[in-house]
T-cell receptor, first 115, second 117 residues
Framework: DGGITQSPKYLFRKEGQNVTLSCEQN?????MYWYRQDPGQGLRLIYY???????QKGDIAEGYSVSREKKESFPLTVTSAQKNPTAFYLCASRDTGRDGNQPQHFGDGTRLSIL | AQSVAQPEDQVNVAEGNPLTVKCTYSVSGNPYLFWYVQYPNRGLQFLLKYITGDNLVKGSYGFEAEFNKSQTSFHLKKPSALVSDSALYFCAVRGFAARTGANNLFFGTGTRLTVIP
């Protein structure tokens, strides 16, 4: 089955530690996205990538970093500079080839907590 | 600036009754609108979208949405609610973000739907 796989499902971070969240898709989509979800705030865009080897900051990029070395993979690193990392992180991808308005497809998320 | 408002944090409806989840939007240019549903500890699932054409859009699981340009609304509806429809619903609009220089999705804060047996 085609889809988006996020791992791990739950992740704990110690003070001063960087952690990396994995996102892999086999949908052959060019565009990929990382969102942060907090209760009552909806989804906020962290980073996005329209194509391999290219990515752009979203609305809340501070304290996060990404890479896009392969089409299928878009890992997110939560650095120690992110002072409030506890949240539910969602990865999404989108087919940009057919038209400009295909929906985004989401993974099942990673819940990150501070130890 | 692009934005989406979901004025109700919570909607309760009895099983078998019609349901409506409200959404209003603000966007420059033509609105491209989406509804997603989220079940606990899961990602978002696409329900339907409005790009152009008929103002009544039909989607997955019996849901539909009505686009109203004059009221800048895109309310989600279902004629007969099921207990399994209980979930968190998000409205989103695709718009140009000057800060990032791209067309991305702007999400509302979500509406929790509870269908009472």
């Amino acid at each position: 089955d085609g889809g988006i796989t996020q791992s791990p499902k739950y992740l704990f971070r110690k003070e001063g530690q960087n952690v990396t969240l994995s996102c892999e898709q086999n949908l052959n989509h060019d565009a990929m996205y990382w969102y942060r979800q907090d209760p009552g705030q909806g989804l906020r865009l962290i980073y996005y990538s329209q194509i391999v080897n290219d990515f752009q900051k979203g609305d809340i990029a501070e304290g996060y970093s990404v890479s896009r070395e392969k089409k299928e993979s878009f890992p997110l690193t939560v650095t120690s500079a992110q002072k409030n990392p506890t949240a539910f992180y969602l990865c999404a991808s989108r087919d940009t080839g057919r038209d400009g308005n295909q929906p985004q497809h989401f993974g099942d998320g990673t819940r990150l907590s501070i130890l | 600036a692009q934005s989406v408002a979901q004025p109700e944090d919570q909607v309760n409806v009895a099983e078998g009754n019609p349901l409506t989840v409200k959404c209003t939007y603000s966007v420059s240019g033509n609105p491209y609108l989406f509804w997603y549903v989220q079940y606990p500890n899961r990602g978002l699932q696409f329900l339907l979208k409005y790009i152009t054409g008929d103002n009544l859009v039909k989607g997955s699981y019996g849901f539909e949405a009505e686009f109203n340009k004059s009221q800048t609304s895109f309310h989600l509806k279902k004629p007969s609610a099921l207990v399994s429809d209980s979930a968190l619903y998000f409205c989103a609009v695709r718009g140009f973000a000057a800060r990032t220089g791209a067309n991305n999705l702007f999400f509302g804060t979500g509406t929790r739907l509870t269908v009472i047996p």
